[in-house]
């Protein structure tokens, strides 16, 4: 899995690519944990490249999100979520937790 990160005037952009499993998910909490660690809360999560999402990549989406809620000081969203992710987010309950949005573009406009 690869983990390309961009950083905007609001927000940044974090887009994965491939799948995000027990083995790639703590590549993905470091770059999501730099990115906080530097006192930035506000992120967008594009999945647009993603194939599958783990047990694993899910907590590492709660944790990132708990993190940046927390003291309101901003939140994590998702992009371009593909059906298969969308329907594992609804099965275990995620989906009023996080915002999703069509494209990144859109995402990275609502900060």
């Known amino acids: 899995m690869e983990v390309y990160t961009k950083e905007y005037k609001r927000c940044d952009l ?26 930035r809360f506000r992120i967008v999560l594009d999945l647009d490249r993603v194939d599958f999402v783990s047990s694993a990549g899910l907590r590492v989406f709660l944790d990132v999100q708990k993190t940046c809620r927390r003291w309101n000081r901003g939140e994590l969203v998702l992009a371009s979520v593909p059906p298969q992710i969308y329907n594992a987010l609804d099965l275990v309950g995620f989906l009023p937790l996080f915002k999703i949005y069509k494209d990144a573009t859109e995402a990275v406009g609502s900060f």
């Open 14 to 39: 974090v887009q994965p690519s491939g799948r995000i499993d027990s083995q790639s998910a703590p590549q993905l909490a470091d770059a999501l944990r730099a990115i906080t660690d530097a006192g």
